[in-house]
């Protein structure tokens, strides 16, 4: 590891700002529990490490923090600072999204270059990755897709579940399963929260957190656009930066049914995701932002699915759950059209 003489820990995340014996500003991070749960703290740590010098050294790109050195017995690595940058999210939240135009740009247009640069390099990935344990490729590519299995609670819901809803769950599923020239390399954590950006002038973006990286479905990066992620209650559609970016690695992007299965796919299998959590929001107040939020999710989703004129009857599907949410908990039956992008829900 680097000398660190001094280092001051950025609250509330497992982070330190630091400098070394040389003078250099760097990051330490080092790994804890995780509320997934789903890979050890060890799996996460030389993940991260092999994404990060996949980037930068196997591809040459610099789309995130570079590892200057790591201990990987001890559970810590040493980033580059990419201060003065700063989240996104928190941004959004101080200013709003209108301020900010510039930077959600900058940030749909990132998690599309990271798509385009690594498609078709997966082998090169799992190598890198293979040198400091054992890996999984079939997880990392299948890991979400098993969301689409089942349509959580829709029977305690009253929503019934036909044959062409389960047909177009076996045709979701799929896409997702078999992402053909849309397998690239995600972060696995696609939020706001995880893309830096500086606060005035070009965005000059940057992302982080690649503890759960792996290969998958490219379309997975995209939900974060167009459904309001666990922060928001609404988001704002990047319109065609995302896709552009994409498709400047992956061609099949500019094929309009291709992309919209794979981005309607996405959005429902989060949604549905979500709505795992119904008995816990049963258990909390009325007027709780995460009531409300589950329905927006589920409405958006529907809505992306529209707008890409794709899988019709799982967007009906999420209308009818939305719906039935809607009568459930009065406190969540709101309009959410007139909420301006990037209304944070309150926790």
């Known amino acids: ?113 990271l798509g385009a640069l690594t498609a078709g390099h997966a082998e090169t990935y799992y190598r890198r990755r293979s040198l400091v344990g054992p890996v999984d490729p079939a997880a990392d590519r299948l890991g979400r897709v098993h969301r689409l299995e089942r349509v959580p609670h829709a029977e305690e819901l009253g929503v019934p579940i036909s044959g062409g809803v389960a047909r177009e769950l076996g045709l979701a599923r799929a896409e997702l399963a078999d992402p053909g020239p849309f397998l690239v390399l995600s972060n696995g954590d696609p939020e706001a929260n995880n893309v830096l950006v500086h606060g005035s002038g070009p965005a000059d973006a940057r992302l982080i957190d690649f503890e759960f990286a792996g290969f998958t479905h490219a379309l997975h990066d995209a939900v974060c656009l167009h459904v309001p992620g666990p922060a928001w209650l609404s988001v704002q559609p990047p319109g065609e930066v995302y896709r552009r970016a994409l498709a400047a690695g992956v061609p099949a992007a500019e094929d309009e049914r291709r992309y919209g299965l794979g981005l309607a796919a996405a959005c429902v299998s989060w949604a549905l995701a979500r709505l795992t959590r119904l008995p816990a929001l049963d258990a909390r107040p009325a007027g709780d932002d995460s009531r409300a939020q589950l329905v927006a999710t589920l409405e958006a989703a529907a809505g992306t699915a529209d707008d890409h004129r794709s899988l019709p009857r799982l967007a009906d599907l999420c209308r009818r759950l939305a719906a039935a949410l809607r009568r459930r908990w009065p406190d969540a039956d709101l309009d959410f059209t007139a909420l301006p992008p990037y209304a944070p829900r309150r926790r």
Do not use: Q, Y
């Open 1 to 113: 590891m680097l000398n660190v003489v001094e280092w001051t820990r950025l609250e509330p995340w497992r982070v330190a700002r630091a400098r070394t014996d040389r003078d250099e500003p760097v990051i330490v991070k080092w790994m804890g529990p995780h509320a997934a749960a789903t890979h050890s703290e060890g799996w996460r740590l030389r993940t991260e490490v092999a994404a990060l010098r996949f980037l930068a050294e196997d591809l040459g790109v610099c789309l995130a923090p570079r590892v200057l050195a790591e201990d990987l017995p001890g559970g810590r690595m040493v980033l580059e600072d990419l201060a003065p940058r700063t989240a996104l999210d928190g941004l959004l939240r101080r200013d709003g999204a209108g301020a900010h135009a510039e930077r959600l740009a900058a940030f749909a247009r990132i998690r599309g270059e």
